[in-house]
Structure formats: C-alpha cells, structure tokens
C-alpha cells in the first residue's frame, strides 16, 4: 500500500471515529426529545425532591472529580518515579526530569489507574446497597469519574498521537490505526452504556415514598441528583483547575459527552429498588469541608509542586 493509500485509510478512520463521537453528543438530544414527545401528557408531583439533593450531589460530584483526577496525576508521577526519574506533581499537571526507554508507556499510567479505581468502587459500591450514608453516593460518583474521566482517553488518543494515552498506544506500543478505531469506537460506545448504567444507580437513592412507575418523576430527580448537580460540581471543580485559564473547560467535557446519556435514560431505568438515603434529607457540612480543605490542599501544595 502506497503512503496516500496509508493516508487516505488514515483519514476515512478518523472520520469515522468522528461520526461515532458526534452520535455520542447528539444521541442523548434525540432520545430526549422523543421522551419529551412520548411522556408530555404526564407531570410530576410537587416536592418529589428538594435542594439538598441538590446540593449534597453537586459537591459530592466536585469532591470526586478532585480526587479522581489527582489520583490520575499520581500515578502518572509515581510511574515516572518507578522508572527513577525525577518526577513533579502539580494540581493539574506533572512533569519529570531525565529519559527513560519506558517513559511513553508510563505515560498511560494515569488513565490505566483511574479506570481500575473506577472499577474497584463500582464493585464497592454493589456490596453497600442498602447503606443510608450519603457516602454511598459519593463511592458511586467516584466510580462514575474513574471510568468516564479514563475511557474518553483512547477516543481522543485515536485522534491525537500526543495525549497522555497517545503517548502509550502509539508512542511505545505502536498500535496499528485499524486497532486504534477498533479501540476508539468501544470506547465511545461503552461511555453511552456506562452512562445509562449510572441512570439506574442514580435513581436508587429518590425517597421510598415515591411513584416511579411515573417517568416524570424519574426525570425530575435525575435533573436534581445528576444534571443539575454536576453542573454546579463542575463549577466547583473549576477553582481547583486555573491557571491557566484553559484547564476550566475540563470539567464541563466530561459533563457533556456523559450526563446528557444518564439524563435521558432515566425513563428506561426500571425496575427501581428504594434504598433509602439521607442525600435527599438535610446538606451535609462534611463533603463541603473536605471540599474546601481539598482545595487549599491544591492551592498551596499542588499549584507550586511536589516533587517525587
């Protein structure tokens, strides 16, 4: 095969990975208007949710973010160390100094990492089901980021060589492109599945004294629990990622490819077990503080660097 033969390939795969990342946006739009078309005879009851639910949500969801994106950078730090190269962490970033044959490989340490963890707190959170702590939700928002803060990475690798995962699929394990689309298109499609699985786990935690046999109501709480509560965590995320000021956009990425998917699957969610839970009974001062002592945490340790 000639080299514009290797080009054109190349080009029609990124293509078609592109089409796969546009149904990935433009999926979740479609399956909402035709709930909207299907359900709009119904109507959900008043003070079926409230703004604790709201509100203990969003910062649950922020906390997550934090911890899970920092866990990324460590273990991206910690490779880099196991190779004996000085290595530095920053609140949104690392470096390192020196060279090392296995440097690209490490380089997809971070994501490998976050997705195990992601898995681990899946797991953790099914062997907790009936727990009434808030902290239920928080395991199941760090599972949430561990897989969808992880697998977008392949996507985007197959379109960009230079990303962290890039680095490790391309750079150093040489992945032809057909496994890179291979790898890229079951990543978009396991983001959608993922998601509408959250839907499910989402509406677990909406009081016992609730009718979800109505799909309004399952929609009206995910608009509490999940869409308007992420929204507002990723504006909370957004002190912990500047400057510079571009790093802000990050949290509101992972809002949009992923919580539109767990918004409109909410109807289709069913059965739905009750589990009671204090997330919809009062806000909770705890998650806040550890949110702002993270912060501090980010700012004077993280921003100047830690050096491994």
């Not at 890229?184 to 959608?192: F, G, K, L, R």
Request: proline share 5%; net charge positive; charged share 10%.
């Amino acid at each position: 095969m000639t080299e514009d033969q290797n080009s054109i390939l190349n080009l029609k795969e990124m293509v078609l990975v592109k089409v796969f990342i546009a149904i990935l946006f433009v999926g979740p739009i479609v399956w909402g208007w035709r709930n909207w078309v299907k359900y709009k005879g119904a109507s959900a009851p008043k003070h079926i949710v409230n703004y604790p639910t709201l509100i203990n949500s969003a910062v649950l969801y922020a906390l997550a973010f934090n911890l899970i994106f920092f866990l990324q950078e460590l273990f991206l730090v910690l490779g880099k160390k196991a190779l004996g190269l000085k290595a530095f962490l920053y609140h949104n970033d690392h470096n390192w100094v020196g060279e090392h044959s296995k440097t690209l490989l490490m380089q997809g340490s971070g994501a490998a990492a976050i997705f195990l963890i992601g898995l681990i707190c899946v797991l953790l959170f099914r062997l907790i089901p009936y727990s009434k702590s808030i902290w239920r939700l928080f395991v199941l928002w760090l599972a949430f980021h561990g897989l969808i803060q992880s697998i977008p990475q392949v996507m985007v690798a197959s379109l960009d060589p230079n990303t962290d995962v890039g680095e490790a699929l391309v750079g150093y394990i040489n992945l032809s492109q057909t496994s890179l689309l291979i790898l890229a298109i079951t990543s978009i499609i396991a983001i959608a599945v993922i998601s509408i699985w959250f839907s499910r786990q989402l509406l677990d935690f909406v009081n016992s004294d609730v009718d979800l046999n109505n799909p309004k109501v399952k929609f009206k709480y995910i608009r509490f629990i999940a869409v308007g509560a992420a929204f507002i965590g990723s504006i909370l995320v957004v002190p912990f990622r500047i400057p510079p000021m571009g790093q802000a956009i990050t949290p509101f990425i992972v809002f949009v490819f992923s919580i539109p998917w767990i918004w409109s699957a909410a109807a289709c969610s069913t059965p739905v077990t009750h589990k009671s839970n204090g997330i919809n009974e009062k806000i909770y001062w705890s998650p806040i503080i550890l949110l702002v002592l993270l912060l501090i945490f980010f700012r004077m340790v993280l921003t100047p660097g830690l050096e491994f």
